[in-house]
């Protein structure tokens, strides 16, 4: 069975996305930071933690014990989808105890050639009380995503795809008619940098949110600031 208590318990919380990419200052090829990170996170009043790969889950599961939403960023020439693509990336996070498991459900083609029907057919076949959520793009993702057994569905990827290219994060009107029509969990997440954008989230409907760049992006953080001095 799945362990629902688990989207019961960040229901109206706050979760913190703490991840540092290969080419960011706070990844260190010898050791995870991502830790330290997800503490101050949880100090600060996080209620759940969304990061990227399994050495940095490893690290933080060491430091607090609050839900873990996994994801493995595998990039691949000539295809887009990257969030926890094939079934190996899956494999990879059920074995480390991930609660919830996010992969790309947006509709292109994934690395492997597969749809995201059939790629989610067969991580339902072999994980069925699995946690799993759908990043997706567009309105017509997020219903699909519902449509075909997702657990939670979520704004991740609005405004970094084909189709949403140039579109504002975050985008309220997208995000109050998906918790509108969407019988699943619904997770805001993209482009929330102040506290009264998280209130406005809540206003809408939605279950949870996930703050990411705002809160855990030193470097992104900074430059929002420079900017206003070099104008």
């Keep these: 069975m799945k362990d629902l208590s688990v989207l019961d318990n960040l229901r109206g919380k706050l979760i913190v996305s703490c991840q540092a990419l290969e080419t960011e200052p706070l990844y260190d090829p010898d050791r995870s930071l991502m830790g330290h990170m997800a503490k101050a996170a949880y100090l600060g009043g996080a209620s759940g933690i969304r ?3 399994v050495r940095d889950i490893i690290e933080i599961k060491k430091f607090v014990d609050l839900p873990i939403i996994g994801i493995i960023k595998a990039e691949t020439p000539g295809c887009s989808v990257f969030i926890t693509p094939t079934i190996k990336e899956i494999d990879d996070l059920v074995a480390i105890g991930c609660d919830i498991i996010a992969t790309d459900a947006t ?42 057994g997702f657990d939670v569905v979520s704004t991740t990827l609005t405004g970094y795809t084909e189709k949403t290219k140039g579109v504002e994060i975050p985008n309220f009107e997208l995000i109050s008619r998906i918790v509108k029509d969407c019988k699943a969990y619904i997770i805001a997440e993209g482009g929330i940098w102040k506290p009264e954008q998280l209130a406005e989230a809540y206003k809408t409907g939605v279950d949870s949110v996930v703050i990411g760049s705002a809160i855990t992006r030193p470097m992104e953080i900074t430059k929002r600031f420079a900017a206003v001095l070099n104008k």
């Excluded at 083609?109 to 989610?120: A, H, M, N, V």
């Design 51 to 53: 990061a990227n790969t």
């Design 107 to 148: 509709d292109r083609i994934r690395p492997d050639g597969k749809t995201l029907d059939e790629f989610f057919t067969e991580c339902k076949k072999k994980y069925p009380n699995q946690l799993f959520m759908a990043d997706c793009s567009t309105y017509e993702e997020c219903m699909h995503a519902e449509e075909i």
